[in-house]
């Protein structure tokens, strides 16, 4: 089973929940696809790391064969070409690999090249495989490293938990596209209902079933909630806000493998999410 | 325009908290929101404006006609996106679709057309001095980077004689946040002491750095774990980055933002050590002129 645990804002504790999570299930992957800045490896440390780089083609021109005709520069939508001088330049961060140039030159001046954009970790943290997608400073788009990270999926009797980017954009789509179930997380603000109700659309839009962890509750409004009962959104539980949680968290511990309190409450959480996700794949089917 | 962008990398470290106090700190004349993903800033603006929205075309998406279409499968063999389902007949996934025009170059008959697709809504609020942009991108949709340079536009556009923007950025270190770094003076870090947070303020301090931007850096919530707050601070001082301040974990906080208030709008502790990192940034464009 997928489980998939996303937000649209950022800091809302989908890591913190994901991690938490696989950490109390009997097996499962934790699939880090926040690969602009994957944390979840912080946690778990992994052991016995093997690790494979993520490549995308870039054109690539050989200048003897080029004729300058610019029919490659008019083509491509993407403003990654350009014929300055008597030379045709590439943008590599802004071509999108479509390959539409190669296919394209009456020359056959362009090739490709394979070029690194990230790598993949994958590694064992007890009960837990930990596979990480991590994109390389500078690189405009993580997409080509998440289809990749997606092929890594569940096998029978495990859970998968991806651990989603902040947002709603095409990345965020992307990872959730397997899933069988989205866990939405929500912070209680005025934010965090407003983007709440984005990750809503968006769950809504692809027919996911889905659910609501209400994290860092206190007695004060909480107007994520109130969207929830207002939409008749299924809440799976309430984290509340707690000095000795964030402390533990902030130092890049695992709460639910650090203290038997906190095992207890993702437990009970994971068991209520395995329910609600059973129900409505068989509905489903 | 002198501009400044606040950045984190890691999401909810109370970037939009930070920039909307500065704006009112600085009664700021410009200022935008770019994190069109998930833009806030406007639930805390409370001003009245009166507001223009147009709908933002992306890059086209391509169309198949099914009365041309010879069902030959030259476009699904080409696209790299995986955007060409086959299901009797071939259709476009507009989700997949990145609008490159290989199957319209592929198409031996020309059924595979491209057209223009809106792919989200750009908004300019604007009363008599001030004009704030922002936009929304349209779920699921990609070329947020493009939006993001739309809105920073129609920013400098609308607001010509405005000497300076504060602009609220959006979180991660890919393309929407390499656009927003485009052209901006500085960079201000909001980090969180944490090892999330802090690993997250090294990749887009290097991400800033690889485009020549200046970077200072300020912690909020420092007191949730003051010994990060230090591993923070001494990595600024050794990488020689301006450390500018410390904001406390604070419940008015989130009282202020609940109530559609920024937290210098309010008497309390968070919104006192923002006025000085506020100060400090301010100084330092002035060191800099």
């Known amino acids: 089973m997928n489980i998939a645990v996303l937000s649209g804002k950022g800091g809302t504790g989908k890591t913190l929940m994901s991690v938490n999570l696989a950490s109390v299930a009997q097996r499962a992957i934790y699939i880090d696809c926040d690969v602009e800045e994957p944390n979840g490896h912080l946690y778990f440390k992994p052991q016995e790391v093997k690790c494979e780089e993520v490549t995308i083609k870039i054109p690539l021109v050989d200048t003897d064969l080029c004729n300058g005709c610019r029919k490659c520069v008019d083509f491509c939508n993407f403003n990654a070409l350009a014929y300055i001088g008597d030379r045709l330049i590439i943008f590599e961060e802004i071509c999108h ?189 | 325009m002198k501009q400044l962008l606040i950045l984190s990398g890691k999401g909810g470290t109370g970037k939009t908290t930070v920039a909307a106090a500065f704006i009112k700190l600085a009664n700021a004349k410009a200022y935008a929101d770019c994190d069109v993903d998930a833009p806030n800033l406007h639930l805390i603006i409370n001003k009245h404006f009166d507001i223009k929205k147009k709908d933002y075309y992306g890059l086209p998406k391509a169309q198949i006609d099914q009365d041309i279409c010879i069902k030959c499968g030259l476009c699904r063999t080409n696209c790299r996106f995986d955007a060409i389902d086959f299901n009797e007949i071939y259709k476009i996934d507009e989700f997949s679709c990145e609008g490159c025009g290989v199957c319209e170059l592929v198409c031996p008959v020309g059924a595979c057309v491209l057209k223009p697709a809106v792919a989200g809504e750009l908004m300019l609020y604007e009363n008599d001095d001030t004009v704030f942009s922002t936009a929304k991108l349209k779920m699921g949709s990609g070329t947020s980077g493009m939006l993001v340079t739309e809105v920073k536009n129609q920013m400098k556009e609308a607001a010509k004689n405005a000497d300076f923007a504060i602009i609220d950025g959006s979180p991660g270190i890919g393309c929407p946040v390499i656009a927003s770094i485009t052209g901006v003076d500085m960079v201000l870090v909001v980090a969180e002491p944490s090892v999330s947070g802090i690993s997250d303020m090294e990749r887009i301090i290097q991400t800033a750095q690889k485009f020549q931007t200046k970077v200072a850096v300020c912690v909020n919530k420092f007191d949730t774990n003051i010994k990060r707050t230090e591993s923070i601070e001494s990595f600024c001082k050794e990488n020689d980055i301006s450390f500018v301040g410390k904001i406390p974990y604070d419940i008015k906080a989130v009282k202020a933002i609940n109530n559609g208030q920024s937290i210098v709008d309010i008497q309390c502790s968070s919104g006192n050590a923002v006025k000085e990192i506020y100060n400090k940034i301010m100084h330092l464009f002035e060191r800099a002129k």
């Open chain 1, 97 to 285: 690999s479509c390959g539409g140039c190669v296919l394209l030159c009456p020359q056959k001046a362009i090739t490709e090249k394979e070029k690194v954009i990230g790598k993949i970790e994958c590694g064992v943290s007890g009960n837990v495989d930990v596979v990480t997608g991590i994109l390389n400073t500078g690189e405009a788009s993580g997409v080509p490293i998440i289809k990749k990270l997606l092929k890594k999926q569940a096998k029978k009797d495990e859970i998968a938990f991806i651990d989603c980017p902040p947002g709603s954009a095409c990345i965020v789509m992307e990872s959730i596209m397997d899933a069988d179930y989205c866990i939405l997380v929500a912070e209680p603000t005025i934010f965090g209902s407003h983007n709440l109700q984005m990750v809503y659309e968006l769950v809504r839009l692809f027919d996911k079933p889905h659910g609501v962890i209400l994290n860092k509750c206190t007695e004060a409004y909480n107007p994520s909630e109130e969207f929830c009962i207002k939409n008749k959104i299924n809440i799976l539980g309430k984290i509340p806000f707690d000095n000795e949680l964030g402390e533990i968290n902030s130092n890049g511990l695992i709460l639910a493998r650090e203290n038997e309190k906190y095992q207890k409450i993702f437990t009970s959480l994971l068991r209520h999410v395995i329910k609600e996700a059973n129900n409505e794949t068989t509905i489903d089917s």
